[in-house]
């Protein structure tokens, strides 16, 4: 089992910046991949960005691309996600999510149904 505890959330003005941790412990050596995703009431889980453990190749959603930046301590066994040029519609409740396999063909880091391990979330609120 892996566990997933995020943090660094909290409240920011348009043009702000934050960053999450996820901190994960357990057996983190079967993790394959890291992401964070967000979710905002009534609106299905969004994937934002995400990172292979082993080499450190990232993705993003285009809709963060240029302003958030997915990163990783391993000696931390944490992953980070530094959020800059923050606007109001990143608001939202941030998870962050590990995977133990690969893609198989044809699928998505995007899909939370990928992923095997969740945690419970940090809310990030940008007003103006």
């Known amino acids: 089992q892996v566990q997933l505890v995020e943090s660094g959330g909290g409240s920011v003005q348009t043009g702000g910046s934050l960053r999450l941790s996820c901190a994960a412990s357990g057996y983190t050596s079967v993790t394959y991949r890291m992401a964070w995703f967000r979710q905002t009431p009534g609106e299905e889980r969004e994937g934002v960005a995400s990172?292979?453990?082993?080499?450190?190749?990232?993705d993003y959603a285009d809709s963060v691309k240029g302003r958030f930046t997915i990163s990783q301590d391993n000696a931390k066994k944490t992953v980070y996600l530094q959020m800059n040029s923050l606007k109001a519609e990143d608001t939202a409740m941030y998870y962050c999510?590990?995977?133990?396999?690969?893609?198989?063909?044809?699928?998505?880091?995007?899909?939370?149904?990928?992923?095997?391990?969740w945690g419970q979330g940090t809310q990030v609120t940008v007003s103006s």
């Open positions: 999510a590990a995977s133990r396999l690969p893609l198989l063909s044809g699928g998505s880091w995007r899909s939370g149904n990928y992923y095997n391990y």
């Open positions: 990172i292979l453990t082993r080499d450190g190749g990232t």
